[in-house]
């Protein structure tokens, strides 16, 4: 694991939890930092595979806002959210870089629970209710687990 990729993520992560739209240009030297550091361990080519789960990412949860499962206190996801997303998709390879089942089975359950904490501390609410909100969270971040499995397993381990 690169520790300095973990750190920068939580970095933007708790940025995200805290301070939410307020914290964009924070979390926008926290990617810049994270794309530096993967660039540096995995070469350029790593970014193709990013940006694609930070798209998928931004869709999932765009269309969670427009479905009335998440909302924040704006219409539409939160540029900081996207910025989330982004640098969620930078850790992802060096998570890939873990024994086999380690990284879908993390991604698959610490999505949901970052979205239940976030609900909880008011950054956006889970609608109807937290467990609803839950049971259509859990099989897309599933989903998306997998994906992210299957474009970074063979290239970043």
């Known amino acids: 694991m690169q520790w ?4 920068l993520f939580k ?3 708790l940025a995200a939890f805290f301070w939410g739209q307020q914290a964009v ?7 810049v ?3 530096a550091l993967q660039v540096r361990r995995y070469q350029w080519a790593v970014l193709i595979p990013c940006a694609m789960l930070s798209v998928v990412g931004v869709i999932l949860d765009f269309s969670l806002v427009k479905m ?3 909302s924040f206190s704006s219409p539409n996801l939160p540029l900081f959210m996207m910025l989330l997303w982004a640098s969620f998709a930078l850790l992802l390879p060096s998570l890939a870089s873990f024994p086999k089942p380690f990284m879908p089975l ?9 979205y239940y904490l976030a609900s909880l501390a008011q950054v956006f609410a889970i609608q109807p209710d937290a467990i609803l909100g839950l049971l259509i969270l ?5 989903g998306f687990a997998y994906l992210a499995n299957s474009l970074l397993e063979k290239r970043y381990v």
Request: charged share 0%; no cysteine; aromatic share 14%.
């Open 106 to 114: 993390f991604v698959a359950v610490m999505g949901p629970v970052s």
């Open 25 to 31: 240009m924070f979390m926008a030297l926290g990617l």
């Open 11 to 13: 970095l933007n992560w």
């Open 4 to 7: 300095p990729v973990l750190l």
């Open 33 to 35: 930092g994270l794309v």
């Open 138 to 142: 859990f099989p897309l971040w599933a």
């Open 68 to 70: 009335g499962v998440l």
